[in-house]
């Protein structure tokens, strides 16, 4: 066999073992991202005893319920690409994702808008539903869909919108729901939803931020996506370089 065949073999072989690894490790991590969710769930449904009807009224809990669903199924996709080495995700299974890393990163920036001084609202950043809901699942679903997901080239101006889904979904419910009197608005989860005591413009100026910090982040993932999902493969390209 000539060296460079050689090299060649041994460049696939070591491409293979960390294509296995990549797989192995993001699969473990959407089943922690499951299982923190699920818990967190449960622990505020019979630990802290609320109403599975109210806690439907956020878009964290639903955002939770959302992501850790996806999370578990995409799990076992990883689990299949490992053994068959090989990507088996579509763009449908992409954006799926997308809209979930997205989901969870508003959801973290709504919680760190909800800090701010000037805003009535006051996330919970102490309990175990909190955090888990609000700081380690959204940061977890970033991560693995940043350094996992294969990108589907150069994203299109439309891409971004939908990565959006589901915030766009929870936004037309409940303000159906708030603006219609279905709930009144000492219910409103967030204080933009509440149509009684918020003037036309707080709320106006809210939903635009939300969603223009949705289409923002959506986009900067996908970006983000392209660059850093071959990070497992950096020092591997350097050697296939020098060979």
Known sequence: M???????????ERFSKRYILKKRVNALLCFFIALCGA??????????????????????????IYTSIVSFIFGFVCIREAAGQTEVTYRPVYFLRLSSAT????????????????????PDLTSYPGIMMHLVVPFTTVMSFLLNDPPFGKPKPADPLKGTTFIALYAVVMGV?????????????????????????????????IFAVGYGISLLLMRLNMKLSWIWFYDLKRLKKKG
């Open 177 to 209: 729901i708030f603006g219609t009197g279905i709930l009144p608005s000492e219910k409103a989860p967030y204080s933009f939803l509440d149509f009684e005591n918020t003037s036309a413009a707080f709320k106006m100026a809210s939903l635009i931020g």
């Open 103 to 122: 989901t969870e990163s508003v959801i973290f920036a709504v919680v760190m808008f909800g800090l701010m001084p000037f805003v009535p609202d006051e």
């Open 39 to 64: 818990t967190a769930v449960l622990y505020s449904r019979f630990i802290f005893h609320n109403a599975l009807f109210d806690r439907l009224r956020y878009m964290t809990f639903w955002g939770t």
């Open 2 to 12: 000539k060296a460079s065949d050689r090299e060649i073999d041994e460049f696939a």
